[in-house]
């Protein structure tokens, strides 16, 4: 896939079924493009939706998978303060337009993101009026200007553009999302007059969704496809 940087990298998955589908673009988290990002996209796509995962990372070390250990955690933060919101906007029109270049694609087109890839979409959401729907998982730094990508203002700022219905998930017990922050993001979605839905999981940490981290919780996991079925399904 080529954009304005380069040759980027994704993982595309299909519905088993031939036929025509919406596409959702999936945002990876700090660890980069990994095998449990390819199985969102993979039960996305098992939904009936057309999944995209682009390498957001590209531009600094193609095809990173971090262990999601210290040193994976080091690597992922040196490379996330390596992203820019002009390239992370370039990603995602990549993404779009090679989901609107392949038959059987419809034109609606969701996002999904995790962690940092959920403050991607956020921000994505408040610039890119084609994203109908989107789901943003347990994001950080929405509220402050901790990350390049949260500069110049805090995304949270950026809320007035967002267009299309936005649905926030995020665990009770989040450690990077503290109850204030998760106020201030409800408030400001309400006060923008944003189609939203703030969803508190109770008792889940930071990154719930996936088998095979410690922070799994499959009650919390379950709950949030449920959620994300039901969002998707307005595509």
Do not use: N
Not at 18 to 35: D, K, M, N, R, S
């Amino acid at each position: 896939m080529s954009e304005s940087g380069g040759v980027m990298d994704a993982f595309v998955a299909r519905p088993a079924a031939p036929g025509e589908y919406p596409g959702v673009i999936v945002a990876h988290q700090l660890f980069g493009l990994t095998q449990d990002v390819r199985t969102v996209a993979e039960r996305i796509a098992a939904l009936g939706y057309v999944a995209i995962a682009p390498d957001f990372y590209h531009r600094s070390e193609a095809g990173v998978e971090l262990a999601a250990d210290d040193q994976g955690r080091a690597r992922g933060f040196a490379l996330m303060g390596e992203l820019t919101r002009d390239g992370v906007l370039a990603d995602v029109r990549a993404a779009m337009a090679y989901l609107r270049d392949q038959a059987g694609v419809t034109g609606s087109i969701g996002m999904v993101g995790m962690s940092m890839g959920g403050h991607l979409a956020y921000y994505a959401a408040t610039q890119l009026d084609e994203l109908a729907v989107t789901i943003v998982l347990y994001a950080g730094w929405l509220t402050g200007t901790d990350i390049p990508v949260s500069r110049p203002e805090p995304t949270l700022d950026l809320t007035p553009g967002i267009t299309g219905r936005i649905i926030v998930i995020v665990g009770e017990h989040d450690h990077v999302i503290t109850a204030d922050q998760r106020t201030a993001i409800a408030d400001r979605l309400k006060a923008d007059g944003i189609r939203h839905e703030m969803v508190v999981i109770p008792e889940a940490p930071h990154a719930f969704l996936s088998p095979g981290v410690p922070t799994f919780r499959p009650g919390a996991s379950d709950e949030t496809w449920r959620r994300i079925e039901q969002a998707l399904a307005e595509l």
